[in-house]
């Protein structure tokens, strides 16, 4: 079996990541839970840290561009432990694809792979990220 590229906290920092993107999709589906939500997004952020780093990570955020993404996202965290879940997921969610949306093309190219189902999978993300490719990557 070939050996992983990433350090130790990066592989933690991956399943932390998934974790929250589990805990997230878990949320939605119990109906906007706002416990589960306020889990995933934890999770989801200091997985984020543990793999590019705590300088990057606040970089990343802190850019002109993404400053709009970066607002919304905060805002929608601030929503969902307010017990406005619903709002606060929507305003997240349009925060992620402004912060994100520079690589879905570059996830599509991975996910395009998958057998059957792939070459959809990447239609769909190049469609949402606006066919940039590997513009502005974090790391």
Same mark, same amino acid.
């Given at each position: ?61 802190? @850019? ?68 940039? @490719? ?6």
């Amino acid at each position: 079996m070939p050996t992983m590229w990433l350090s130790d906290s990066q592989k933690i920092g991956v399943a932390f990541c998934s974790g929250g993107g589990f805990f997230l999709v878990g949320g939605v589906i119990m109906f906007f839970d706002r416990a589960m939500l306020a889990m995933g997004n934890i999770l989801f952020l200091v997985g984020l840290t543990l793999i590019i780093g705590l300088q990057k990570t606040a970089i990343f955020f802190a @850019r002109r561009q993404k400053l709009k993404g970066t607002a919304a996202f905060a805002v929608g965290i601030i929503l969902i432990l307010l017990r406005w879940p619903l709002v606060g997921f929507l305003v997240e969610l349009y925060g992620i694809f402004v912060l994100f949306g520079d690589f879905f093309s570059t996830i599509g190219g991975f996910a395009g792979n998958i057998p059957v189902v792939g070459p959809y999978i990447q239609q769909a993300l190049d469609r949402a990220g606006g066919g940039r @490719r590997n513009a502005e990557l974090p790391v």
